[in-house]
């Protein structure tokens, strides 16, 4: 306590200078890798296309009316669908797996062990695996067909389901830690004291559990929904040449079509949907916060 | 008839028997007092009561009423419910947490308002000034206040509490004793309170159980307990006690307001027992002074000595002053083995 006390105290004594000094290093890190290349990303937008890739000087706002063609809406618009379904996917399956996980009290450590392991292997070698399971002669397929469920393989790969499948178990542990970190810290009195009160467990899990969880599932849905609406490798592998997410559109403007201010105007679009989605969840969680309006009467 | 009865109900954690085949009743609008240091199965014999816990198989009977308990929800008992880390919901304010079990029985409207305002008053808190409040606005007594209004909003017929005080400070503990031993008179509702602190059992209660290991060690209204401690654990437990040889090698309790201290020179009184020992050291606390005198054999005992003012009539008794210490017989509590 009195150390505590005397830390705290140095901490605070001293000038607000030497604090702020901290942030040097981190501040310059994101200065020169984040804000200068989001500047040359903007700058790029509005400039006109280099033939062989890169950009020429001038201003033109082109490739922004260009993107609001049907084509690329339709895009833009399938990729945030997919990434909301793949985050409820998580949600549905994650939320299980991280209660199970903060009610273990002998094998905690080891299912949480379990639920980082894949991060050991690269999500390149990962997503090849699911072409193995999801392919005609893949696993699945052969183990419905050797059992006499199917006769024909069902075409599982290159279809909108794999792509989900591939984007739910490459983020499903983003949704899982942060819902486990918020249900830890569950007062299991807070329950007991429910169930005294006469809450049956759909009472308790809807005005208890959720509730208390909510900060954690914010998190956790941001965390599954933001990289997903950005991923490309897992479209690009998995849903073929049909199944195209706006990150793949990026990667071919600045790779194959060599059009950069295309590619970087259609990246902004993406960051203004990853955007809106941040604020929203900013607002809901000022909402739970908010004394006033947490639960009146 | 008993509200509730124990009947043999054993409680075991694997290979832990938490509650040993403990049988006891607890009296309509008693205050009854579980009693024991960590460990000894008085926090499970709570919750078994509460329906959080079942009883092993072939663990005995819980009865309510007169009616088997045996696999019934808590809700299904009941009974209130005073946790001891509160267990407010942080995400409800005062008033939604009080009518949280109100909301589950449908009451609404007026009538929910009302009975909030009953029970947030009941236990001295202002329903226009807290009732909007949350959990994490409050002290700790309020929030112990809050936790009693949320349980008594219900009129249960038993109000359980763990250790409900452990977390408040000494002088809020003191009022909060006495005011909890009010609500138990004044509403008439049946109080079984556990604690680890003799001084609360004591102050608080119709009757104690005193547990240890698993089991009873002793039950009893408080005086019973305290004057004629049935065990060793119970006479060291409860209060303090100087443990003896007594006729025929049984052991012997005697209280240390019990002893008498005069010098060594001085004459015995008749009809006394007097060991010789030499002062050690003399403790002031306040309104007593603890002298503690070493006998023979490197052992050791205590008189506690009414305080008639140190500075005005001091004692006597100043540390290598030989004395004989003493007690009258009758004073004397023979104690059973376990």
Not at chain 1, 34 to 39: C, E, G, R
Not at chain 2, 51 to 69: K, L, T
Not at chain 2, 135 to 162: H, I
Not at chain 2, 200 to 215: C, F, N
């Amino acid at each position: 306590m009195t150390v505590r006390r005397r830390i705290l105290g140095a901490m605070t004594r001293r000038p607000a200078l030497g604090t702020a000094s901290l942030l040097l290093p981190g501040g310059l890190w994101l200065v020169l890798f984040f804000v200068v290349p989001m500047l040359l990303m903007l700058g790029a937008s509005v400039m006109h296309r280099g033939t062989y890739g890169g950009v020429e000087p001038g201003f033109t706002l082109e490739h922004y009316r260009r993107f609001l063609d049907p084509l690329y809406l339709q895009v833009l618009w399938r990729t945030a669908a997919w990434s909301a379904l793949a985050t409820a996917v998580c949600l549905l399956l994650g939320f299980p797996v991280a209660w199970m996980i903060a009610a273990s009290r002998r094998h905690r450590a080891l299912l949480l062990f379990l639920v980082v392991l894949p991060f050991w292997t690269s999500f390149l070698v990962r997503t090849f695996a699911m072409i193995f399971l999801l392919r005609d002669t893949g696993v699945i397929n052969s183990i419905l067909m050797s059992l006499g469920v199917i006769e024909e393989p069902i075409a599982l790969l290159y279809t909108p389901f794999a792509v989900l499948s591939g984007l739910v178990y490459g983020f499903l542990p983003f949704m899982v830690l942060p819902i486990y970190a918020s249900l830890e810290k569950l007062d299991p009195a807070l329950l007991e004291a429910a169930e005294v009160l006469g809450a049956r467990p759909a009472a308790r899990f809807v005005g208890v559990v959720l509730p208390l969880a909510f900060p954690g599932i914010l998190a956790g849905s941001l965390l599954v929904f933001v990289p997903a609406i950005g991923s490309f490798l897992t479209s690009d592998l998995l849903g073929g040449a049909r199944q195209v997410m706006i990150g793949n559109l990026v990667q071919n403007q600045f790779t194959t079509a060599r059009n950069w201010p295309f590619g970087a105007a259609a990246s902004f679009a993406v960051m203004a949907v990853v955007l809106v989605a941040v604020l929203l969840s900013l607002r809901l969680r000022d909402r739970d916060r908010d004394p006033a309006r947490r639960g009146s009467g | 008839m008993p509200l509730a009865q124990f009947l043999r109900v054993s409680k075991s954690f694997g290979t832990t028997r938490a509650v040993d085949a403990v049988s006891f009743d607890i009296g309509r609008g008693e205050f009854f007092s579980l009693l024991g240091p960590s460990g000894c199965g008085k926090t499970t014999t709570l919750r078994l009561l509460a329906g959080f816990e079942e009883p092993d198989q072939d663990g005995g009977d819980i009865r309510i009423a007169g009616v088997s308990a045996l696999r019934k929800r808590p809700y299904e008992r009941n009974l209130g419910m005073v946790f001891q880390s509160y267990a407010l919901f942080p995400h409800l304010t005062v008033g939604r947490n009080v009518g949280f079990g109100l909301e589950r029985r449908r009451v609404s409207g007026t009538e929910l308002a009302r009975r909030v305002a009953g029970a947030l008053a009941t236990v001295q808190l202002d329903p226009n000034d807290f009732a909007r409040r949350h959990p994490a606005d409050l002290s700790g007594g309020q929030r112990q206040r809050v936790a009693l209004a949320r349980a008594l909003v219900l009129e249960p017929e038993m109000l359980l509490l763990d250790e409900p005080l452990g977390a408040i400070d000494e002088k809020l503990r003191r009022e909060m004793q006495l005011e909890l031993r009010q609500l138990n008179r004044k509403l008439g509702i049946t109080f079984v309170y556990v604690t680890h602190d003799q001084d609360e059992a004591l102050t608080m209660s119709d009757r104690i159980a005193v547990m240890d290991r698993g089991r009873i060690a002793q039950i009893g209204s408080p005086a019973e307990i305290y004057e004629h401690p049935r065990t060793e654990f119970v006479a060291t437990f409860i209060g303090e006690s100087n443990l003896f040889e007594g006729d025929g090698g049984a052991r012997i309790a005697v209280r240390p307001e019990r002893m008498v201290l005069i010098a060594r020179e001085a004459a015995l009184p008749f009809g006394y027992r007097f060991l010789p020992g030499v002062v050690e050291d003399v403790i002031y606390q306040g309104e007593m002074l603890r002298v503690l005198v070493q006998l023979d054999g490197n052992r050791r005992c205590s008189a506690a000595l009414r305080n008639e003012g140190q500075l005005s009539r001091p004692l006597p008794w100043t540390p290598g002053t030989a004395v004989s210490i003493g007690w009258k017989p009758e004073d004397a509590r023979v104690l059973a083995d376990a």
